[in-house]
């Protein structure tokens, strides 16, 4: 199953969609801490270790952070362990894992979701922040997150989901489809960053919902499976392997 259509205005199908996002994240690596600090109201690092946290990430765990990024997760998750020795990060984007490594000392991986160079049985816990959309397959994923997985070990993906009551809907749209691309371009004076931010919202607006997710992390094989819904706009996917 897609995440979400494709995007034909942006890339011709599904096939092509990697080469047309990597590229988007590769121009705007640059920007992308910048702009989700302030985007967010500077909630983001706080909340990023505030959940992971709260879904039982302990010193000793080893951790994968698929689609690391610039590596915020991974940052955070670093705080919560006292090192970074026993994080993986993983991402198909050069220019974001370039800005990642200058703020941790964890292994980064060049790879994707949907085939992960790792050992089966090998992570205690593994986090995916803001990058489901980007997949070409939730099961091809999720199969790799349960393969990965050790015996008990957790998954967290953290996303933005748009809201279903009409009023949520409309500022949502207002926020991150007109609002936030045209701030960032005003703050940035880069269009690279400016393009970024609106597939951001085009891939949000067109996403599956919510129980499409927690059905294909059940047909993976994952078990416990669940959504925590925050302030109507953010998930908390969970689940763990058997
Ligand atoms: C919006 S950023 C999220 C970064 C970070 N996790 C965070 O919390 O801010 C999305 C990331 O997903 C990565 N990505 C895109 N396609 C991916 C795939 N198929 N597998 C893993 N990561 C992917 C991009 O390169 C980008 O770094």
């Known amino acids: 199953m897609l995440p979400h259509p494709s995007l034909t205005a942006h890339y011709a199908d599904t096939k092509s969609k990697p080469e047309f996002v990597n590229g988007l994240f590769n121009r705007g690596a640059a920007h992308y ?7 967010f109201l500077r909630s983001g690092a706080g909340y990023r270790r505030w959940t992971q946290k709260r879904h039982g990430l302990r010193p000793g765990h080893s951790v994968l952070d698929v689609a690391c990024g610039t590596g915020l997760v991974a940052a955070e998750a670093a705080k919560i362990l006292g090192s970074a020795a026993n994080i993986t990060c993983l991402d198909p984007s050069e220019g974001m894992l370039a800005v990642a490594k200058t ?5 980064f991986v060049l790879g994707r979701a949907e085939q992960m160079p790792f050992a089966d049985n090998s992570f205690d816990f593994l986090t995916m922040g803001y990058a489901l959309r980007h997949v070409t397959s939730l099961e091809d994923a999720f199969r790799e997150y349960h393969r990965v997985l050790k015996p008990g070990g957790k998954l967290l993906i953290m996303e933005v989901t748009k809201p279903s009551g009409r009023i949520g809907e409309f500022l949502f749209r207002l926020y991150f489809g007109r609002v936030y691309p045209a701030l960032t371009q005003l703050f940035t004076r880069s269009r690279a960053a400016r393009d970024m931010m609106h597939y951001y919202w085009e891939t ?5 919902p919510p129980a499409d997710v927690l059905a294909a992390l059940r047909a993976a094989g994952l078990v416990d499976v669940k959504r925590i819904p925050l302030l109507g706009l953010f998930s908390e996917y969970l689940a763990v392997k058997p």
């Open 33 to 39: 801490d910048g702009i989700v600090d302030w985007g």
């Open 204 to 208: 949000m607006d067109t996403c599956v």
């Open 103 to 107: 703020k941790l000392a964890a292994t």
